[in-house]
């Protein structure tokens, strides 16, 4: 198997995992980046099995990245205390589809 696919597994992974367990408190809108950035990361491991679509394979996580570092930069702003939980797993999220779409970059 491609370390680019395990990695991007990876981070599909703990990408449902982390957030998941945020779901219950979550509203609407976050709810659409979690599921939106899961199925994301999902996507891009397709993308990496056809070879042919790598660009988007690198696209999509970046994509996901930037909405993840968004909400968690809202989060912690909003925050005004420290880094709460909900800003730290969106940080996380959007570090691993970063580091993702960067290793899908370095690859192609």
């Given at each position: 198997?491609?370390?680019?696919?395990?990695?991007?597994?990876?981070?599909?992974?703990?990408?449902?995992?982390?957030?998941?367990?945020?779901l219950?408190?979550?509203?609407?809108?976050?709810?659409?980046?979690?599921?939106?950035?899961?199925?994301?990361?999902?996507?891009?491991?397709a993308?990496?099995?056809?070879?042919?679509?790598?660009?988007?394979?690198?696209?999509?996580?970046?994509?996901?990245?930037?909405?993840?570092?968004?909400?968690?930069?809202?989060?912690?702003?909003?925050?005004?205390?420290?880094?709460?939980?909900?800003?730290?797993?969106?940080?996380?999220a959007?570090?691993?589809?970063?580091?993702?779409?960067?290793?899908?970059?370095?690859?192609?």
């Amino acid at each position: 198997m491609n370390p680019l696919l395990i990695l991007l597994v990876f981070a599909s992974v703990a990408v449902f995992a982390g957030m998941g367990a945020h779901l219950q408190k979550a509203r609407t809108a976050k709810i659409f980046h979690i599921v939106g950035g899961a199925l994301g990361m999902t996507a891009s491991i397709a993308f990496a099995l056809t070879q042919h679509k790598l660009s988007w394979a690198f696209i999509v996580p970046f994509v996901f990245a930037m909405i993840f570092a968004g909400r968690a930069l809202g989060d912690w702003a909003r925050g005004r205390v420290s880094f709460q939980p909900p800003a730290q797993l969106f940080f996380l999220a959007g570090t691993l589809s970063l580091l993702g779409a960067l290793s899908t970059l370095l690859v192609r």
